[in-house]
């Protein structure tokens, strides 16, 4: 069969992507009790088991057809010519449908997380963001100096301190959720309004304004093809293409690990699915948003990346990290980060192959 590696490679994939979702969300406190260490190092083990296992399917009832670029599943006993025809109609009609602007308000809304105190920082980042042409509305940060993670009757809801603790081998540092909080903060004053996206910008981010307003007025037009566009981001990311964008650049998934939150685009759609699960709150917000796989969304980026953070350290996290040398510790944070990483990839992989967007 042509296409018979495809398949196995696809069938293989699809089980560990299955098998992933389903312990993300089993609790397995009724068979081990309450440790985390022990879902993190179960939860490994059946997916590293899993990527090694044979995944039935049943060869003789379809075969991937290859058209304009994409694979579509087809059943055997369905003519080429005519499934090659039903495609064309379904292409046709999808340009045929009114545009995004004509069915939908399309209203951009934007804001900038700021603490009161760094009039300097605001000083840097509003010509940019003024120059944009999007409305725009300042978020006071939540200041990391006036947050205190000492146990009280609601810490546990607040900050998962002990799940923390085994991922990041270190308590969550003041600043660092006091970041959160201001993310959140800002996503829920964007559901309070009628836009349907929301551009969120830290205050140390540097961008042309005039490519980045290009840049998102193409991306509302291709918004079906995402749920966050990440404009600024640490780690290479090993990005893949899935559209072409304006300055030749490119609408990117990325098949291994990124990070920061410095500027990205969001919709209703995805800030409800966040706000609904931010808490207790078990990492920084730029490792939180970022977990597609988890959320169920299209985290993407803009590659070459138009935006980078300048203006120096944070004001909001400025604590020093402290990792603890429990080996303990180190094992749960090693099968998380190993858990993370497989299923980052397959979920993004299993996208791009599929272009599910």
């Known amino acids: 069969m042509k296409y ?3 398949q196995i490679l696809v069938c293989m994939v699809s089980g560990a992507i299955t098998l992933l979702m389903i312990i993300q969300s089993i609790k397995f406190t009724h068979i081990m009790g309450d440790s985390g260490f022990w879902k993190l190092f179960f939860s490994s083990i059946c997916i590293m088991l899993m990527l090694l296992l044979p ?4 060869w003789k009832l379809h075969t991937f057809f290859r058209h304009k670029g994409k694979f579509h599943l087809v059943p055997y006993n369905f003519v080429y010519e005519d499934w090659r025809l039903l495609l064309d109609i379904r292409d046709k009609t999808k340009k045929e449908l ?10 951009i809304t934007s804001y900038i997380i700021n603490l009161e105190r760094a009039q300097e920082r605001l000083n840097y ?15 006071p940060a939540i200041d990391g100096n006036k947050i205190l993670l000492e146990p009280s009757d ?7 301190m002990d799940t923390y603790k085994y991922i990041f081998r270190m308590q969550p540092e003041p600043g660092t959720i006091g970041c959160s909080l201001s993310h959140e903060k800002a996503l829920k004053q964007f559901l309070r309004s009628d ?14 304004p005039r490519k980045l307003s290009v840049l998102i007025e ?17 780690h290479h990311g090993h990005p893949v293409s899935i559209a072409e964008l304006p300055y030749d650049k490119k609408l990117v998934l990325y098949l291994t690990n990124v990070k920061h939150s410095g500027a990205y685009m969001i919709n209703r759609k995805t800030a409800n699915k966040l706000i609904k699960n931010f808490f207790p709150i078990e990492m920084p917000f730029d490792h939180y948003f970022s977990r597609s796989w988890e959320h169920g969304i299209q985290f993407c980026g803009v590659e070459p990346r138009p935006g980078k953070q300048e203006f120096g350290n944070s004001q909001i996290k400025n604590c020093e990290k402290q990792k603890t040398k429990s080996l303990f510790t180190a094992v749960t944070s090693f099968f998380y980060n190993v858990n993370s990483s497989i299923a980052h990839s397959l979920y993004n992989f299993f996208c791009y ?3 599910w967007f």
């Open 195 to 208: 836009n349907e996206f929301a551009i969120i910008f830290e205050d140390d981010v540097f961008f042309d």
């Open 98 to 107: 009114p545009k995004f602007r004509e069915i939908n308000n399309g209203k």
């Open 353 to 355: 192959l599929f272009r």
């Open 125 to 139: 980042v509003l010509p940019q963001i003024s120059s944009l042409g999007i409305p725009y509305e300042i978020i």
């Open 154 to 160: 609601n810490a546990d809801f607040v900050v998962n």
């Open 55 to 58: 995944f039935p399917w049943p």
């Open 218 to 234: 193409d991306l509302v037009q291709k918004k079906h093809k995402w749920d966050i566009v990440s404009f600024e981001l640490n």
């Open 4 to 6: 018979k590696l495809i």
